[in-house]
């Protein structure tokens, strides 16, 4: 599976390392390339903006800290909705909004790609040691089609 992920910070960074091993390409993109170093030696790709690291991805993960940044990387300028095909998943595992979801589910749907909510929780200790709950809320064939990446 191709994958793109976004945002490697302190939950997304050890989550992505995970989801690295499954996928037989794996993108990465970031504010800040250093944070992804370790995902780059290990085989990862770099990506310059959200719309580059989604563009012909089987999945596209979403870690970031606010409901505004989900937002700006979603549909702002070089935003995933500017690339991502229908073929592809969005799996927002951010700590977000109801509204925002409804509105980005919204437009996604609107384009024909599916967009799962997966919020998580236990931490940054949970996310390092592989022992957190995923609450995924959407459509359960998308769900069955994702789940090997997300048990991952």
């Not at 995970?18 to 993109?29: H, I």
């Not at 770099?46 to 979603?74: G, H, R």
């Not at 709950?133 to 090997?148: A, F, H, L, N």
Request: proline content about 4%; hydrophobic content about 40%.
């Amino acid at each position: 599976m191709k994958i793109g992920w976004i945002g490697v910070g302190n939950m997304g960074k050890p989550m992505a390392k995970s989801v690295q091993k499954f996928a037989s390409e794996f993108t990465v993109c970031d504010l800040n390339q250093e944070s992804a170093i370790d995902i780059l030696e290990a085989g990862g790709n770099w990506a310059e903006t959200p719309a580059e690291c989604s563009k012909d991805k089987d999945i596209v993960f979403m870690s970031l800290p606010m409901p505004q940044d989900v937002e700006k990387v979603c549909i702002g300028e070089s935003g995933i909705i500017e690339t991502v095909n229908t073929k592809s998943i969005i799996l927002d595992v951010s700590t977000n909004s109801l509204s925002m979801v409804k509105k980005l589910h919204k437009l996604f749907e609107e384009k024909g790609v599916e967009f799962l909510d997966c919020p998580v929780s236990g931490g940054v200790i949970g996310a390092i040691n592989r022992d957190m709950s995923i609450m995924v809320g959407g459509d359960e064939s998308t769900y069955k089609k994702i789940k090997p990446a997300i048990d991952s």
